[in-house]
């Protein structure tokens, strides 16, 4: 039995890093690159596993080397991968990610491939109703994620959805979820405030939780993050290191604060791991791989 389940997307990340990110029409020499794995949901799950979290990975790949890549790295990382479903019909999909290596920053196109044709037949729900917490993000179908999340509230699991990349979601997706996780991007997306300190995060979050979401954490990349349930708020900075790639930071911080959350740790820890997490995941090159372990972070 899996603690934790991940529905969402596997893309091999094809990443270059550089001195600069290159702009319309323009040629950059980069200087190094990594192809790993990638996809929100794959690096939530990574990130679990990495900490000692028992994690189960929904998916859809497709029948090649990128598809077989994925099977290897997951199972490598311990995270089961049962409730794949592997078509003949799909490719499996990939990420093209440049990195400006002085800033971490980067910019990202994502071909999923397989996953955006996953539908609610293909996926086994009894191991989500054999969990204690699901965790997805917004890379998969909707109408997919709603059934799952829908699954899930039923059957008494706590639901964490990180929604990336926004998009409009209809009313009764937020009644679904216990902890929202928008960047401040997203934020802005779903309530139209823009973020430029914490008493514009804490005006953003009521807005959310006056939508029907029950927690909101907003993160803020380098000026940290804020949680506000409407009656405890907390502000965090972000933890001090030198970024050199911020891809997957925040799968890096939702996975590591659902694994938090399942040992129990009270909230203002779980938000101080998972935030140590996030950072210390740009201090590498590549998403999934860059993903910290538990020695790590002690
Ligand atoms: O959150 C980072 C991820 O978003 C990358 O790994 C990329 O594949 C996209 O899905």
């Known amino acids: 039995m899996s603690d934790i389940t991940v529905l969402g997307i ?44 028992k994690v189960n990975f929904i998916s859809k790949l497709g029948n090649d080397d990128y598809g077989k890549l994925a099977i290897n790295k997951l199972k490598k990382d311990n995270i089961n991968t049962s409730n794949i479903v592997i078509s003949n019909k799909h490719k499996t999909g990939v990420a093209g990610i440049h990195v400006d290596r002085n800033t971490g920053q980067n910019a990202i196109t994502v071909i999923r491939g397989a996953p955006a044709s996953l539908t609610k037949d293909e996926i086994d729900t ?25 699954v899930a509230k039923e059957n008494g699991l706590i639901n964490i959805l990180n929604p990336a990349p926004a998009c409009e979601l209809k009313k009764d997706f937020f009644r679904l979820v216990d902890y929202f996780t928008p960047n401040e991007t997203e934020a802005e997306f779903y309530t139209g405030v823009k973020i430029n300190n914490e008493k ?3 005006s953003s979050a009521q807005k959310l939780l006056n939508m029907g979401i029950k927690k909101v954490i907003i993160t803020l990349g380098e000026k940290g993050l804020f949680f506000s349930d409407g009656k405890e708020e907390i502000y965090i900075n972000a933890s001090p ?13 939702n996975g590591s604060f659902s694994f938090a959350l399942l040992k129990g740790k009270p909230i203002k820890e779980c938000l101080e791991f998972a935030n140590k997490a996030a950072g210390l995941s740009t201090t590498k090159l590549g998403a999934g791989d860059g993903m910290p372990f538990l020695k790590d972070l002690s």
Do not use: M, W
């Open 10 to 53: 596997f893309v091999a990340d094809i990443s270059f890093s550089g001195e600069k990110i290159p702009t319309t029409g323009e040629t950059v020499l980069g200087d190094s690159y990594n192809i790993g794995p990638g996809g929100k949901g794959c690096n939530q799950a990574i990130a679990i596993s990495r900490l000692g979290g």
């Open 126 to 150: 009894s191991i989500i109703k054999r969990s204690k917490i699901f965790l997805t993000q917004l890379e998969i179908p909707l109408d997919v994620t709603f059934h799952c999340l829908t």
């Open 200 to 202: 514009d995060a804490k």
């Open 241 to 253: 290191v030198k970024a050199i790639d911020t891809t997957g930071a925040g799968d890096a911080f």
